[in-house]
């Protein structure tokens, strides 16, 4: 694990902190890997939805639910790889945010309903 990963983490982590609507769960300051989750009361979309969309543009960013105790709870957890330059997580944070534009603009009918994530 290089020191670039960390930074790139940290500027990811930053960068989704500061974009409504969402909430740091972690920063990625340790470990080049973070997690987020919606506002609470935010329902014009679900994660899943924007890791649907994310995954359209080509980005693997998973939404899932947490362990049990804290089932209600999705998250979406990004891990920066080694070949995650910070020119990539600019291009990551711009389509974040397009993304969640356009989920705004064309609300779903099933932001309300659970769905799984994608698989591996």
């Not at 974009?19 to 990625?28: E, K």
Request: proline share 6%; hydrophobic share 40%.
């Amino acid at each position: 694990m290089c020191i670039r990963d960390r930074l790139n983490a940290r500027y990811l982590a930053s960068s989704i902190a500061a974009m409504d609507p969402f909430r740091l769960l972690s920063n990625g300051e340790d470990l080049p890997v973070f997690a987020f989750t919606l506002e609470d009361n935010f329902k014009d979309f679900s994660l899943y939805d924007l890791s649907d969309r994310l995954r359209g543009q080509g980005w693997q960013v998973p939404a899932y639910t947490l362990p049990p105790n804290l089932e209600e709870m999705v998250v979406m957890r990004i891990v920066v790889k080694e070949n995650l330059s910070r020119d990539m997580a600019t291009t990551l944070i711009k389509d974040i945010k397009q993304q969640v534009a356009w989920l705004r603009d064309n609300p779903l009918q099933s932001a309300s309903q659970p769905r799984q994530s994608f698989h591996h």
